[in-house]
């Protein structure tokens, strides 16, 4: 496969990571956005500047999300690829399993891209996206916790294995689809412990629990990939990591 490898969603949480992990291999890319500069300017919803963010792209790396029109955003992409060009698109685990509405529109776009003959590699919650949560939930007085197990991983190791998946798609391996997990499956309490250990805060933990289908499906460990537990960092890594920096 020739050309440079285009990552859409290139100034995100993984975008960022990715963008640094391809340029240490010396794996030619490009990143996309709808605002940075240095970057080829996009936007996947009114399709204004696609045809050149793709050109000379032979593999991209689909990393953008809205949250709310991926399914737009996924066939203005699509529609605009050139035959030779390869689709790797980043995924969920449990997209298939967990009904949530975001999850709903990750499996339409995995359909599209599939028929199309593209690769999908899913993978389970950043510690991006715990930290988040779980700094938002320590802010009140009781720190109320989902009551179910997370494998969180890290988006270092993500980019790893996305550089790999691209190195070989690029050499004309066969398309892919796979699933990566963080190292270690807790319970929600437990990572919630560890934050606030390393920030020195004290909280009552208390569960959440949730009615309907979401919520059962995340009780029955559908996001989950423990046979998969390819990541490395752990969050206590990363709590530390992001303490230090
Ligand atoms: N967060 C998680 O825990 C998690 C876990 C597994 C998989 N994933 C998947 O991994 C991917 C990356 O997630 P993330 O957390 O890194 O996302 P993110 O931080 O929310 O970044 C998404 C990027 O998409 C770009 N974008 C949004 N709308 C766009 C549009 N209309 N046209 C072009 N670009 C647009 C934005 O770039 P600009 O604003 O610069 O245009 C933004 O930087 C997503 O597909 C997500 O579903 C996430």
Known sequence: MDGVTLVT?????????????????????????????????????????LAAALDGAGLVIHAATDGRRDVRAAERLLGALKPEQHLLYVSIVGVDRVPLPYYRQKLAVEH????????IFRATQFHDLLFTLARASARLPVMFYPAFDLQPVDTRDVARRLAAVSASLRNGAAPVEEDFGGPEVRPVKDLFRGFLQVYGKRRPLAPLRLPGKTFRGYRAGGHLAPNHALGTVTWEDYLRDRAEA
């Open 9 to 49: 969603g290139a100034t995100g949480k993984l975008g960022r990571v990715l963008m640094r992990e391809l340029e240490e291999r010396g794996l030619p890319a490009r990143g996309m956005s709808r605002s940075a500069s240095g970057m080829a300017r996009a936007d996947l919803l009114t399709g204004e500047g």
């Open 112 to 119: 599209l891209v599939r028929a199309r003959g593209g690769s």
